[in-house]
Structures are given as structure tokens and as C-alpha cells.
């Protein structure tokens, strides 16, 4: 994929009567990418959505001259059956009642003001896959893709599972691939790759006067795998120079430079996660067989429902599946009442041999089916999931670390 691949932008239309609303939500779209178009009563919407057709409506429910409600109405009456356009329906009445009002008009959701942006931008882009015309599409296709790895506990392997599944994305399917390391208090990475203090990241990046590509490349270090690294800063107290919405800026601008993108993301379920989990394709979550981790999955999962993602977006990886705990994965998928994607065996030796070396096992030319598993979940991902049944009857070795075999269904 190369830079010159360029993304058609969507056109959202904000229809709101209230210029510091119409200013705030402006900025966080075009910090997004998207293109913007105002309106400030309900004549003019509809005049507007005729005229340029927006990828989609942020609508007040209580403009001037035609509220929301019958502008959504309108739109619904007068639309063809290719040409329906998202509608985000704003207000400030917390009551059931008008929530159920504005999707009876035709909305397809319902915020109330107050709103966090995080969960506005997490609806929209919802929405706009749903329902995005083919150019846009076409458009987002040919950028890279975000896969973010998230733990569900701490030391379930996660971060050692992305590290090496973006060496095999390079090594095994000769895709480009940059790892950022998203944890940004305490990050790992230096120490897992046997790197030094002095190497530039993601602060440097963020914190100048413009976040572009120019600015990324200054900072990208080149791994001896192959990879690019976009590294947590190396003192703690520097990670709060990162903004979430800074994050979201970078990844974007990194979709075009590389064909995949892989996020290790803060154990903390804070904005900043939120945002990464907003901007990916895929969220990873990783888990261990056993009651907290189960617990924490369940909560991720209802976050995701609750924040309408796809229902493919966040697949699960259980680690360590051949480990005893006393919970089996049919016993964990009736729990989450959600299916294991990936399962994971548990191979102790090559994973701490390989942290303790400073040297990632996906780079080692060795026969072990920890290594060649790794492999196979790299190739798993990059076909989009279609994956061959193992060659052994029992799930594939795999780490601490996290590394798959993948499981078909």
C-alpha cells in the first residue's frame, strides 16, 4: 500500500442551532478526517441534504423553524431505498420517551447532551460502515489495517501476542507493518526488543505543532525483524503529553504509510483505550481461562454492544488453553455466550527464553509448533479469518506470550 493511496473523506452534516455546539462538534470531525457541513435550523438540513447528499446527519431534535424530528421524517419520506443516509439523532431529554420519538422518526440512534466524543466518533463510524456508499468503501480498504491487542488481566500475554504477530505479518506475509507501543506509562517493548532509552517515540510525534507523516518518520525505528516501532516514551511522566485524541491522529496518519498497523494497548479500559478501540479494525482480546479474566471479557464485550461495534470487531484469543484451570473453552464460550476465536496452548520454555533474550521466537528459524502456529494466526488474519484446520487434533503450542493456533468456526 503505498502513500499515495488517498481516502475518500465522508461528508457529515451538523445540523444544530447552538455555535458553540456547531464549533466543538466541527473540530473533533476534522481532527477525524471528515469533512464538515453546517446547518442551524431545520429548513436548511433538508435543503443541504438534497443539495450535497452528506455521508451522514448529526441532527438536533430541537432546531428552529423544523425540529429534528420532522427533518428525519422528511428524509425518510423522500429518500430511495439505496440512498439512505445515517442519522444521529442530539438532545438533551433523558426520558425514554424521546429517544423512542427520534427512531420512530427514522434515526438510526440517539445521544443525549451531554456526550463524550469518543462515543459520538465510536457511533458514527459504526454507522458509516454500515451504510457507507462503495467509494467510501473502496476507500477504506485501501488503507492499512489497526488491529489493537488488549488484555484482558494483566499477564495474559497479550503484548508479547502482538509483538510477534506483527514480526510474522512481516516475515510470513511480507506485509508492512509498524508496532506501536500504546502503553505509554510503562510500556515494554525496549525490553522485549533490547532496546535503549535513547530511541525517539510516540511523544516526540504527538506533541508537535502538526501530526503528518513527515513528523511520524522522524520518530519510526527500524527493527532487525523487519518492522517499524513506534515506541512508548522511556519515563513515565512524559505518557501524559499524549492526548487520546493526539492517538487517534497518529494512527491515522500511519493507515496509509503501512499495510498494518498493530496496537499494544494500556491495560486501563481509559479514553485513551477507547480511542485506539475506536480507530481499529479489529480489536484482539486476549484471555486466560479462569473467573477474572471471563469477568473482565464480559465487560469489554458489553462496552462493545453498548457502543454498537460490529459484532466482529472484537475477537477473542484464549492463551494458555491447554493449561489446567479447572475451565474448559466450552465452558468459557457458554459463560461469554460469545465464541473463542483463537485458542492458544501454552509452550512456558520458548516464550520466557525468547523475553529474556531480548530476541522475539517469531524471528527464530525453528521448527517448534509454537513458532509455526504464530504463523498460522498471522496468515489467519491477513485472509480476513479463513483459516485451515490444524494438522494436529490438539490446539497449537503457543507461549506466555500469547501466540495462536487458530481455531476454525
Not at 260 to 277: A, G
Request: aromatic share 4%; with cysteine; hydrophobic share 45%.
Amino acid at each position: 500500500m503505498g502513500e499515495q493511496l488517498q481516502k475518500v473523506a465522508a461528508r457529515i452534516l451538523v445540523v444544530d442551532d447552538d455555535a458553540n455546539v456547531q464549533r466543538v462538534l466541527t473540530f473533533a470531525l476534522r481532527q477525524e478526517g471528515y469533512e464538515v457541513v453546517h446547518a442551524r435550523d431545520g429548513a436548511e438540513a433538508l435543503k443541504l441534504w438534497a443539495a450535497d447528499r452528506p455521508s451522514l446527519l448529526l441532527l438536533d431534535a430541537t432546531v428552529p423553524k423544523m425540529d429534528g424530528y420532522q427533518v428525519a421524517t422528511r428524509i425518510r419520506s423522500e429518500e430511495g431505498r439505496a440512498g439512505h443516509v445515517p442519522i444521529i439523532m442530539l438532545g438533551a431529554e433523558t426520558d425514554i420517551e424521546h429517544k423512542i420519538r427520534g427512531l420512530r422518526a427514522g434515526a438510526d440512534d440517539y445521544l443525549v447532551k451531554p456526550f463524550h466524543s469518543a462515543e459520538l466518533l465510536a457511533r458514527i463510524r459504526s454507522l458509516l460502515a454500515r451504510f457507507a456508499p462503495r467509494e467510501l468503501q473502496g476507500a477504506r480498504a485501501s488503507t492499512g489495517r489497526v488491529l489493537a491487542f488488549y488484555g484482558a488481566k494483566g499477564g495474559v500475554g497479550a503484548t508479547s501476542l502482538a509483538i510477534n504477530t506483527a514480526i510474522a505479518l512481516h516475515r510470513g506475509a511480507g506485509r508492512s507493518v509498524i508496532l506501536v507501543d500504546a502503553n505509554l506509562q510503562f510500556g515494554d517493548h525496549r525490553v522485549f526488543l533490547d532496546l535503549g532509552k535513547d530511541r525517539k517515540g510516540v511523544v516526540d510525534a504527538a506533541t508537535e505543532a502538526q501530526i503528518d507523516t513527515e513528523a511520524l518518520r522522524q520518530v519510526i525505528v527500524r527493527h532487525d525483524s523487519g518492522i517499524a516501532l513506534l515506541l512508548a516514551p522511556p519515563a513515565p511522566e512524559t505518557a501524559e503529553l499524549v492526548t487520546p485524541e493526539a492517538m487517534g491522529q497518529v494512527l491515522r496518519q500511519l493507515e496509509p504509510m503501512f499495510e498494518y498497523i498493530v496496537v499494544d494497548c494500556d491495560r486501563r479500559m481509559d479514553e485513551m483505550t477507547l480511542q485506539i478501540f475506536d480507530v481499529a479494525d479489529t480489536v484482539f482480546l486476549v484471555l486466560t481461562a479462569d473467573l477474572l479474566s471471563l469477568k473482565n471479557v464480559s465487560l469489554v464485550l458489553e462496552m462493545g454492544r453498548n457502543l454498537d461495534y460490529h459484532r466482529d470487531k472484537i475477537q477473542l484469543v484464549l492463551n494458555r488453553s491447554t493449561s489446567i484451570t479447572g475451565i474448559n473453552v466450552k465452558q468459557a464460550e457458554a459463560v461469554l455466550k460469545q465464541r473463542i476465536h483463537y485458542e492458544i496452548a501454552n509452550d512456558h520454555k520458548v516464550a520466557s527464553t525468547a523475553l529474556n533474550n531480548g530476541a522475539p521466537f517469531a524471528m527464530e528459524k525453528s521448527e517448534s509448533l509454537l513458532v509455526k502456529s504464530l504463523y498460522d494466526f498471522a496468515r489467519a488474519i491477513d485472509r480476513g479469518g479463513a483459516v485451515a484446520s490444524p494438522q494436529t487434533p490438539q490446539p497449537v503450542a503457543a507461549g506466555a506470550g500469547a501466540q495462536a493456533a487458530v481455531k476454525t468456526g
